[in-house]
């Protein structure tokens, strides 16, 4: 039972516990005496830094002037090099204009290491290695490798339904099976590990370092050979870097957590994130097997199971951690495993050998513009090099490719494999989404013989394609593979290895590298006390613009479903956005005829008309001439509804209606980008959507639904969007949107393909000409990807810029993005 520390008071609860210290004055006292002294913690470190300064008669700004003089403190320890610093602080403009309180880079170092701050400080300890040579003396030749590290444990001290949902590690199965081994009222702090091996040096690569980085999980989300030396070298590091985590695995230790509590916490060793190599590396294992189970190299691409075969380790670093077990503390890896293991090393390879290299290359040329989409202007044959990103952006129409180049059976294993992959890639799962992951995976083993049958493949006994099998049990114990991603200590090597090792002068460069790295947790302790102190927590965050690659008119204002009134203007934002234009018009002042020029909008004269006219009586109707002026927006951007499964870094989905530019100067033009949208349409039903998200009630907000009649059935079809604009004031009518587009209707959706598993669609015509309206901004719903028709062959007369003039059959692609897959999936 909890007892009081101080009186030997005991109490059947901790709730009673905390009353009892709360009453009691004298073991109040000394609680907050013990309190204070016990670590330094997010609660008490903006307290203690601010005593010191009171102490030390300094002001807030610590060793520094002013606030000037600290912002430039933190550019210049983050973003300058020592010698770059001291020419920096020689200029004449910065001697003899800013009065300095340092004038050397010398001098500011010295500042920044006289922080009142505290942090873990590294320590360095040498590895002996004995090599497989002799010296003249006939002794084996000896190596010293250095092993910096700082204590792990110093670091923590800063610091009943029926579709069960499996999404951060305390929802998952392991969490709870471990906290049931330890006694009551312990808590658990799972480690997450994760290692990989990177060059420093840019051009001789002979600089290299093997970073591990540590988190816990209790925070909420975001090939070589090996001798048997090699895995004893590195388990002995590895072993000598966890040593502090084996007593306080098992006994805990009282630390501080966010509800101002004592705990007795245990650190355990939870996942260990790594690529395929290192987790054989790890799990002592031999690179042809798997590290997560027992099956035999040869029967990989079976669900069978056989004996492992371990490498002769004398003792394994995670052999006395407790509570560990390191195979199932091997993670999921997205990025190697799937996007650059079965994706491109196996399943790309496969069809491109059905297909041929050159169908591949011009089905890949052709495919159609999509907002953040990579264009493959030159097919993928010649790349030499890729990245994840690329690898997903490639997926996205991968299956389009596929389409008429390979047989059914061909396809069918291809969609499983990329349905497969983007399951994986949710960041929520529920028992539903596991069985349709478990689903995809066996309709591929159903159907992956077509790839020995056409001879492209002997066997499947890979180790990756094996990994798929462990991916259900694998969310269900430690939660979705989004948390464990080997793209984040990649991306970590920027911060913390390969910028650490620009910062040195080359010479001694990884005791340097610490000395950088602690500094720069100075600056960030020192800099998260002044938030603190000025309570200026959240002043200076901007909104992400989404990295569109058109960067003006950044700026964008809310408009949409709101109606106008006869004395509001229509530039005033409205409160309620579900649909964004620039704040300020890209186009201003165009005739009618311009429009027509620049958008090819042949019928924009009759369909405004028709827009403005309908249900208005005749009297009130407004008369438009081909000399009136319109504002025009060459972007409209719809917000994203948030999704638990999935989170998407930019919250706007960006559609554009941009005219061709001429060639001019050096300048070689452009082609004009129109985007294809979906729109919700009143009218008929069509049988060939019910039941689907295309009926239009799932992906549609209820602010867009006023323009229909109430007995209308709604639904969803393609359009091109080819005009985005504003009426000028004397057309505007009250109680219609002021906020319109010119669209190009294609047919509505025909019967679902049964081979491929999409919809087909085709473009409308009236006559020759294409079936156009305008329509209210907020009745465009998203845009869509149309993948084109191609049939076994690309149709030479086709250009990559003109194939939806040119193609007249399509196929509305569910791939294009991860919103656009799970949008069906959830309703």
């Known amino acids: 039972m909890p007892t009081c520390k101080d009186c030997g008071h005991w109490v059947p609860t901790a709730?009673?516990?905390?009353?009892?210290?709360?009453?009691s004055q004298s073991c109040h006292t000394k609680w907050i005496k013990w309190l204070q002294n016990f670590s330094i913690n997010i609660f008490n470190?903006?307290?203690?830094?601010?005593?010191?300064?009171?102490?030390?008669?300094?002001?807030?700004?610590?060793?520094?002037?002013?606030?000037?003089?600290?912002?430039?403190?933190?550019?210049?320890?983050?973003?300058?090099?020592?010698?770059?610093?001291?020419?920096?602080l020689k200029l004449p403009i910065i001697k003899d204009q800013t009065s300095l309180s340092y004038t050397t880079a010398k001098a500011f170092l010295k500042k920044i290491d006289g922080l009142p701050t505290k942090t873990p400080a590294w320590h360095c300890d040498i590895v002996k290695v004995t090599g497989d040579l002799v010296d003249g003396d006939s002794e084996m030749?000896?190596?010293?490798?250095?092993?910096?590290?700082?204590?792990?444990?110093?670091?923590?001290?800063?610091?009943?339904?029926?579709s069960q949902i499996y999404d951060n590690m305390w929802t998952c199965d392991w969490w709870w099976e471990t906290q049931g081994k330890l006694i009551p009222g312990a808590t658990i702090a799972p480690l997450i590990l994760a290692s990989d091996k990177t060059s420093l040096s840019q051009f001789h690569r002979d600089k290299s370092a093997w970073p591990i980085y540590m988190t816990i999980s209790n925070i909420e989300k975001s090939t070589s050979t090996w001798s048997v030396a090699g895995y004893q070298l590195f388990h002995e590091c590895m072993r000598r870097l966890l040593q502090p985590l084996i007593a306080v695995g098992c006994e805990?230790?009282?630390?501080?957590?966010?509800?101002?509590?004592?705990?007795?916490?245990?650190?355990?060793?939870?996942?260990?994130?790594?690529?395929?190599?290192?987790?054989?590396?790890?799990?002592?294992?031999?690179?042809?097997?798997?590290?997560?189970?027992?099956?035999?190299?040869?029967n990989q691409g079976e669900l069978l199971t056989s004996l492992l075969r371990l490498c002769p380790v004398y003792h394994p670093f995670w052999a006395d951690l407790p509570h560990a077990n390191i195979f199932v503390s091997l993670t999921l890896d997205i990025l190697h495993q799937l996007h650059k293991g079965v994706f491109h090393n196996h399943l790309l390879k496969w069809c491109t050998k059905i297909a041929g290299e050159d169908q591949i290359d011009e089905q890949f040329h052709m495919m159609m513009n999509y907002p953040s989409f990579q264009y493959f202007s030159k097919g993928i044959s010649l790349m030499l090099q890729w990245t994840g990103t690329e690898h997903r952006k490639m997926q996205w129409v991968f299956l389009g490719v596929l389409t008429g180049a390979v047989q059914p059976?061909?396809?069918?294993?291809?969609?499983?494999?990329?349905?497969?992959?983007?399951?994986?890639?949710?960041?929520?799962?529920?028992?539903?989404?596991?069985?349709?992951?478990?689903?995809?995976?066996?309709?591929?083993?159903?159907?992956?013989?077509?790839?020995?049958?056409?001879?492209?493949?002997?066997?499947?006994?890979?180790?990756?394609?094996?990994?798929?099998?462990?991916?259900?049990?694998?969310?269900?114990s430690q939660g979705s593979a989004d948390s464990f991603n080997t793209e984040f200590p990649e991306c970590l090597h920027i911060d913390f290895a390969?910028?650490?090792?620009?910062?040195?002068?080359?010479?001694?460069?990884?005791?340097?590298?610490?000395?950088?790295?602690?500094?720069?947790?100075?600056?960030?302790?020192?800099?998260?006390?002044?938030?603190?102190?000025?309570?200026?927590?959240?002043?200076?965050?901007?909104?992400?613009?989404?990295?569109?690659?058109?960067?003006?008119?950044?700026?964008?204002?809310?408009?949409?479903?709101?109606?106008?009134?006869?004395?509001?203007?229509?530039?005033?934002?409205?409160?309620?956005?579900?649909?964004?234009?620039?704040?300020?018009?890209?186009?201003?002042?165009?005739?009618?005829?311009?429009?027509?020029?620049?958008?090819?909008?042949?019928?924009?004269?009759?369909?405004?008309?028709?827009?403005?006219?309908?249900?208005?009586?005749?009297?009130?109707?407004?008369?438009?001439?081909?000399?009136?002026?319109?504002?025009?927006?060459?972007?409209?951007?719809?917000?994203?509804?948030?999704?638990?499964?999935?989170?998407?870094?930019?919250?706007?989905?960006?559609?554009?209606?941009?005219?061709?530019?001429?060639?001019?100067?050096?300048?070689?033009?452009?082609?004009?980008?129109?985007?294809?949208?979906?729109?919700?349409?009143?009218?008929?039903?069509?049988?060939?959507?019910?039941?689907?998200?295309?009926?239009?009630?799932?992906?549609?907000?209820?602010?867009?639904?006023?323009?229909?009649?109430?007995?209308?059935?709604?639904?969803?079809?393609?359009?091109?969007?080819?005009?985005?604009?504003?009426?000028?004031?004397?057309?505007?009518?009250?109680?219609?949107?002021?906020?319109?587009?010119?669209?190009?209707?294609?047919?509505?959706?025909?019967?679902?393909?049964?081979?491929?598993?999409?919809?087909a669609v085709t473009c409308s015509y009236a006559g020759r000409v294409p079936h156009s309206a305008v329509i209210p901004v907020s009745s465009i719903v998203h845009s869509c990807h149309l993948i084109p028709k191609f049939g076994t062959r690309v149709d030479r007369s086709w250009s990559a810029g003109h194939v939806l003039d040119s193609c007249k059959t399509f196929y509305l692609n569910s791939w294009i993005d991860m919103y656009t897959f799970i949008k069906p999936t959830i309703h």
């Open 141 to 162: 030749l000896m190596t010293e490798l250095e092993l910096w590290q700082w204590d792990p444990v110093e670091s923590y001290e800063d610091t009943q339904g029926k």
């Open 252 to 298: 805990g230790v009282e630390m501080v957590c966010a509800d101002r509590r004592v705990q007795q916490v245990h650190p355990i060793l939870a996942a260990y994130v790594m690529d395929h190599p290192e987790q054989c590396l790890v799990a002592c294992m031999k690179e042809s097997f798997c590290p997560k189970c027992c099956v035999h190299c040869d």
């Open 498 to 759: 390969k910028n650490a090792y620009c910062a040195t002068n080359k010479q001694d460069y990884v005791a340097q590298m610490t000395k950088w790295l602690m500094r720069q947790e100075m600056v960030d302790q020192f800099t998260a006390y002044l938030d603190w102190q000025l309570q200026r927590f959240g002043e200076d965050l901007e909104p992400a613009t989404g990295g569109d690659e058109d960067n003006d008119d950044n700026e964008e204002m809310p408009t949409t479903a709101p109606m106008n009134s006869d004395e509001g203007s229509s530039t005033q934002p409205i409160p309620v956005s579900t649909h964004i234009l620039p704040s300020h018009p890209s186009f201003k002042a165009l005739t009618i005829t311009t429009i027509m020029h620049m958008f090819s909008t042949m019928n924009f004269l009759p369909a405004l008309t028709q827009f403005l006219h309908l249900d208005i009586v005749p009297a009130n109707r407004p008369i438009v001439s081909e000399w009136d002026w319109f504002h025009a927006y060459w972007r409209l951007s719809i917000p994203y509804e948030k999704l638990p499964a999935i989170h998407i870094t930019n919250g706007l989905n960006r559609i554009h209606a941009t005219p061709p530019t001429a060639p001019a100067g050096c300048s070689s033009g452009a082609i004009g980008k129109f985007d294809t949208v979906l729109v919700q349409v009143a009218g008929d039903a069509n049988m060939h959507t019910q039941g689907t998200a295309l009926e239009g009630r799932c992906l549609v907000s209820l602010s867009c639904l006023q323009d229909f009649e109430l007995h209308s059935h709604l639904g969803l079809q393609v359009a091109q969007l080819q005009f985005i604009f504003e009426l000028p004031r004397h057309l505007t009518i009250v109680g219609k949107p002021n906020q319109l587009a010119y669209v190009e209707w294609f047919q509505p959706f025909r019967a679902w393909d049964e081979v491929f598993q999409m919809h």
């Open 409 to 476: 059976t061909v396809f069918h294993a291809a969609r499983a494999v990329l349905d497969f992959i983007y399951y994986a890639q949710y960041h929520a799962h529920t028992s539903q989404t596991l069985d349709a992951l478990q689903n995809t995976l066996d309709e591929f083993h159903t159907h992956k013989h077509i790839f020995t049958d056409l001879g492209v493949r002997d066997d499947f006994n890979t180790p990756k394609l094996h990994s798929m099998m462990h991916y259900i049990d694998s969310i269900k």
């Open 45 to 88: 470190l903006g307290g203690w830094i601010q005593d010191e300064l009171e102490n030390s008669d300094e002001g807030m700004w610590g060793l520094f002037h002013n606030e000037d003089e600290w912002e430039l403190v933190k550019w210049l320890i983050q973003n300058v090099g020592q010698n770059q610093t001291n020419k920096f």
């Open 15 to 23: 709730s009673g516990l905390n009353k009892h210290i709360s009453k």
